[in-house]
């Protein structure tokens, strides 16, 4: 028989990395990710941001919980910085420049703790951040020096690293085919072979509700939704220091990314689990978009791709055991906020896997605000 480990973490995106890690040792593991590589779908498609505003209020707790390790990790977790600052602007028309205002207010009555404040801008004074913003279209702006960009590759490898450092083991293209519970574990089969654990936990973004039902449970309505993302060149501009724009209610936002402009239409499309590409249609819109707020001509894309964002029906995320299938943990629906939040919630779910007390950067939450239980039926 094979042997059995504590825990299966299924999932090598960086919730599971981010368990695997926070883990440090205290139960064997073993990580199964059905691709070739770690961090294939939503973590390595991420628009890569760290900002503590303009969340839930559970969010941003969770992203509070995250700023400490994000911004002084432990010694030798990573050789650069996982945070860079970049800045967020955000901007409105005409027609939104009161409701611009009103956030703005809120921001300032309502920050977050040890954030510095909000800036009311002029239109001349948001052209100074962003000189291709159009003046005709830009009625009122802000700006949020509390946004960071995030190096997700190296925040992921310093998980993988720091696990397997504890003895976590990790297996790529791994896909779980089935299971049954015998004598206390689970027997599990996968592409790999088979894998045996006491308790696997479900970290497999948008796939957890149809992996659940391989494992004798019922689907808590956790679905991915696609977000589109284009890149284009933008000659004659200096983009290194431009902060990232915002469109007040998100209608769109972009960022500048490897030499060139990241824009995406912020689309949120409900779709099946699948290795997501961009529509046509969702291209379409992000050019335009970026068009129609700046004086750029956008003649051709560069690149455009596509990512998952997996949300519960209450957009928090899903974390704990499950009250219907013994040995089945929960980690899934962190939706557009999984980088950002990953200290937070690893920490967390690692505390529940060991039995432990929630260590000090998450010793305010309540579980319970998280567990399975309020959407099993």
Aim: aromatic residues 8%; charged residues 20%; proline residues 7%.
């Amino acid at each position: 028989m094979s042997e059995v480990h504590d825990i299966a973490i299924i999932g090598g995106g960086i919730t599971g990395a981010a368990l695997a890690y926070f883990l440090q040792g205290r139960r064997s593991v073993v990580l199964l990710e059905q691709e070739s590589a770690l961090g294939f779908h939503s973590t390595g498609r991420s628009a890569a941001e760290f900002t503590r505003r303009f969340h839930s209020p559970e969010v941003g707790q969770l992203t509070q919980a995250s700023a400490g390790f994000m911004m002084t990790p432990l010694p030798g977790f990573a050789e650069i910085d996982l945070l860079r600052p970049r800045g967020n602007l955000l901007i409105a028309d005409a027609e939104k420049a009161d409701h611009l205002r009103a956030v703005y207010d809120h921001e300032c009555a309502n920050a977050p703790k040890d954030t510095p404040p909000v800036e009311f801008l002029s239109v001349d004074q948001a052209m100074e951040k962003v000189p291709f913003l159009d003046p005709g279209w830009v009625n009122a702006a802000f700006y949020d020096p509390d946004c960071w960009d995030v190096e997700v590759e190296t925040l992921l490898q310093g998980y993988v690293r720091g696990a397997k450092a504890q003895g976590a083991e990790f297996q790529q293209r791994a896909t779980v085919t089935g299971a049954t519970r015998e004598n206390g574990h689970w027997v599990i089969e996968t592409s790999a072979g088979e894998m045996c654990a006491k308790t696997v936990v479900n970290a497999s973004g948008g796939w957890a509700d149809p992996l659940a039902k391989i494992f004798g449970a019922n689907a808590l309505g956790i679905i991915p939704h696609r977000r589109t993302a284009i890149s284009v060149k933008v000659p004659g501009h200096e983009l290194t220091h431009i902060p990232e724009v915002n469109e007040i209610d998100e209608l769109f936002y972009f960022k500048p990314d490897a030499g060139q402009l990241m824009v995406s239409p912020a689309d949120e499309t409900p779709v099946d689990p699948h290795d997501a590409w961009p529509e046509e249609l969702d291209v379409a819109y992000a050019a335009h978009y970026l068009g129609e707020c700046t004086t750029l001509e956008v003649t051709h894309v560069a690149h455009s791709w596509a990512g998952l964002r997996t949300f519960a029906p209450d957009r928090l995320p899903v974390i704990g055991f499950s009250e219907q299938v013994e040995g089945l943990f929960w980690l899934a629906g962190v939706g557009g906020y999984g980088i950002q939040t990953s200290p937070a919630v690893g920490q967390i779910a690692a505390a529940l896997l060991s039995e432990a007390p929630l260590p000090h950067p998450v010793a305010d939450f309540d579980p319970r605000l998280f567990s399975p239980s309020r959407l099993e039926r």
